[in-house]
């Protein structure tokens, strides 16, 4: 209709050329018929905080904020969720009517719903989870975990300062164990979680053992390049189930989405073929 607004958005990061983000929501304009663009917006940290306080002045219903920025983003929120507060980043900011900044985290809804489409039936209450790696990701996927009602989060990173950090800030149900004890700790875990970057393109493969894992745990990599890691690849050759990163990119976009254009967009096959052409 000729009197609907035109609405901004876009992703901001340095690097951000590489973003899968504009993809997503510019699939998501179209299908449901609305006008407005979903830009790649490249800022480098010295001007992270001019370009956060210009998105009013532009025009913007909000933006993504992606690497480097997404601590740093706090400071300048006039409000930040509090699941966004525990997860110490936002990565998603709402313009308000009033000008206001609104701040969001919404990896870890992403990583959630990514489970539940691939097991209707997932529950986070069902046995202890396997968290590998301490960064970013990992501090949001373990902090919803345990909203989720897991008995036990076992954390290992190869540098114990950082799971130690996160274990006295978010309990005693995360309970820290050294990088050489990995394989071991995989014993009566409901869900295994990859969230380190080994096993992505370029990189290593991680290295890890299956062996004392239960068939019927549900095995996760936050990886989304390549679709099936080696971890996965060697899960879904003894029977785990699997679930690779690209469920989670693309949940964590749903309520931005709905939070700018009005509407919660469905993930369809076709925007999954849309977005696995772009790797």
């Not at 899968?20 to 998501?28: E, F, G, L």
């Not at 900044?101 to 529950?123: E, K, M, T, V």
């Not at 300062?161 to 394989?183: M, S």
């Amino acid at each position: 209709m000729a009197d609907q607004k035109f609405v901004l958005a876009g992703v901001m990061g340095w690097p951000v050329a590489h973003s899968r983000s504009p993809v997503i929501h510019n699939h998501w304009m179209a299908q449901y018929g609305l006008r407005g663009a979903y830009v790649l917006l490249p800022v480098q940290p010295e001007n992270f905080e001019a370009a956060i306080r210009g998105l009013p002045a532009l025009g913007f219903s909000g933006c993504n904020v992606t690497i480097p920025h997404k601590v740093n983003a706090m400071k300048m929120m006039d409000f930040v969720d509090p699941v966004a507060k525990a997860m110490g980043a936002i990565n998603t900011i709402v313009v308000q009517l009033d000008g206001s900044l609104h701040g969001y985290n919404n990896d870890g809804f992403g990583y959630i719903q990514s489970l539940r489409d691939a097991q209707p039936d997932w529950r986070g209450d069902a046995g202890p989870a396997l968290v590998l790696g301490a960064g970013g990701a990992a501090r949001a996927i373990v902090l919803s975990l345990l909203n989720e009602g897991a008995p036990e989060v076992r954390l290992v990173n190869r540098t114990r300062e950082k799971t130690q950090a996160l274990a006295d800030e978010f309990g005693p149900r995360v309970k820290v164990l050294d990088w050489a004890e990995r394989n071991d700790a995989m014993a009566g875990v409901a869900l295994l979680v990859n969230t380190t970057n080994q096993g992505m393109h370029g990189q290593p493969e991680l290295a890890v053992s299956l062996a004392a894992l239960p068939e019927q745990a549900l095995v996760s990599d936050a990886i989304y390049i390549p679709l099936e890691t080696a971890l996965l690849k060697n899960a879904r050759l003894r029977g785990n189930p699997v679930v690779n990163g690209l469920g989670m990119l693309l949940n964590q976009a749903r309520p931005a989405f709905k939070a700018w254009f009005g509407v919660m967009p469905e993930i369809t096959p076709t925007l999954r073929q849309v977005v696995i052409e772009t790797f």
